[in-house]
């Protein structure tokens, strides 16, 4: 049976919200905080502590996740003297949010200097890998701060352990990769079938099992074909991922030519088709004006 810990669980959004459920779940002890209070007020209702402050959601914690909107935002919160002076001896920073290598290996630096353990942990798996407790969990940092921490991950997914510090972020900028391009071509055969006169539906199970199948053919061929766009992987969340692999790639030395080509697409989509707050299965509206057909 795993041991209840004490959490600080750091941004309740759409990803947050069902990971906090699992935490619960799982019988951990759980303080939430977000900045709107409202969408972590609900949480009571299911044992947690909602807190009046991130910094009053750290004390006690043994370990603290956040998951934010970047970097920049849970890097705020590590930086933050008032955070700092409240975190418990011994703490370690889960930080589950999607950012740049750079930022983790910056927040690791500056909580091993106070005395607390980082790991940039960052997931894939949508909002229904989040409600299912399913989500691959990428976890870059020290082995010892992994396996302390696993049994916390383990209430929400499947950790991996991929190196040190950055390197979950690393993993997740190829998983973002390959998600992007991938819906790319789900988009383009989808639409093939659609206008060729076939059923997308019975298509996609024709492909089930075969070598081109996938979890994103059949999830988000199925958004397309049915035209629901209703927000579970936001596409500006999105293009934030592909510009940071591409800023990755260029510290690198390396050029990425699908990458920067389908990263031109969805920022078109945002820019031009108020796409950023529809899931990113909506680059095939894009796909569909770029061929002069109906959205």
Not at 23 to 33: I, K, P, S
Not at 186 to 202: C, F, H, I, R, S
Request: glycine content about 12%; proline content about 4%.
């Amino acid at each position: 049976m795993t041991q209840a810990r004490k959490v600080a669980l750091i941004g309740t959004g759409l990803m947050g919200f069902p990971m906090s459920l699992n935490l619960l779940r799982a019988g951990h002890h759980l303080t939430v905080w977000n900045r709107t209070i409202d969408r972590a007020e609900p949480l009571a209702g299911h044992g947690a502590t909602v807190a009046a402050s991130a910094a009053e959601a750290v004390v006690g914690a043994e370990f603290i996740i956040t998951m934010l909107s970047d970097g920049f935002a849970s890097g705020a919160l590590v930086d933050d003297p008032e955070i700092q002076a409240a975190l418990s001896p011994g703490a370690i920073w889960l930080d589950m949010s999607s950012a740049r290598p750079e930022h983790s290996r910056a927040q690791a630096e500056t909580l091993k200097s106070l005395g607390f353990g980082h790991l940039d942990a960052p997931v894939s798996g949508g909002t229904k890998g989040a409600e299912s407790g399913t989500l691959a969990i990428m976890v870059g940092g020290e082995a010892t701060h992994f396996d302390a921490a696993r049994g916390v991950f383990e209430a929400m997914g499947r950790p991996v352990h991929v190196g040190p510090s950055g390197t979950g972020q690393l993993s997740k900028l190829a998983n973002q990769t390959i998600v992007a391009v991938t819906i790319s071509a789900v988009a383009e055969a989808m639409l093939l079938v659609e206008q060729g006169g076939a059923d997308p539906a019975a298509v996609r199970a024709a492909l089930k099992g075969g070598f081109a199948d996938s979890t994103i053919l059949q999830q988000h061929g199925e958004r397309m074909t049915t035209r629901n766009f209703d927000p579970g992987g936001l596409t500006k969340f999105q293009v934030k991922d592909l510009n940071n692999t591409l800023d990755e790639a260029a510290t690198l030395g390396l050029t990425l030519p699908a990458t920067e080509s389908v990263r031109n697409r969805f920022q078109h989509f945002i820019d031009e088709m108020n796409g950023a707050e529809r899931d990113h299965s909506g680059l095939y509206l894009e796909l569909r004006a770029r061929n002069g057909l109906p959205v």
